[in-house]
């Protein structure tokens, strides 16, 4: 099983970025998005359900950060806009089999799978 993340970069405050996300090997029930910082813990950006139907984001992000899953293409994706320099961090995909509960879905520890991290850095 593999995730592999793509899609970071250098981008000026308010610009945009759209990271990507393969997943091979099986079916994840829950996907989603972190990001660590420097010297920050590891923090939930956002979740998607395996339909797609459903996603939720962290208050940070809410209204600017768009999850979406082509389900297809086995891909999801995180849409960036109004970059601010406090986005700034390595971005992680991550992937769980089984259904994470709502309460849940913002804890590292319920995900089974993680991909290697894309770096967004934005620029003041």
């Known amino acids: 099983v593999q995730l592999q993340a793509s899609g970071g970069g250098l981008v000026q405050a308010g610009g945009s970025l759209r990271l990507s996300c393969v997943a091979s090997?099986?079916?994840?029930?829950?996907m989603g998005w972190f990001r660590q910082a420097p010297g920050k813990e590891r923090e939930w950006v956002s979740t998607i359900r395996s339909s797609g139907t459903s996603t939720h984001y962290a208050d940070s992000v809410k209204g600017r950060f768009t999850i979406s899953k082509d389900n297809i293409k086995n891909t999801m994706y995180l849409q960036m806009n109004s970059l601010k320099p406090e986005d700034t961090a390595v971005y992680y995909c991550a992937a769980g089999e089984r259904r994470i509960i709502l309460s849940a879905i913002n804890r590292a520890d319920m995900y089974t799978d993680w991909g290697q991290g894309t770096l967004v850095t934005v620029s003041s």
């Open positions: 090997g099986r079916t994840f029930l829950t």
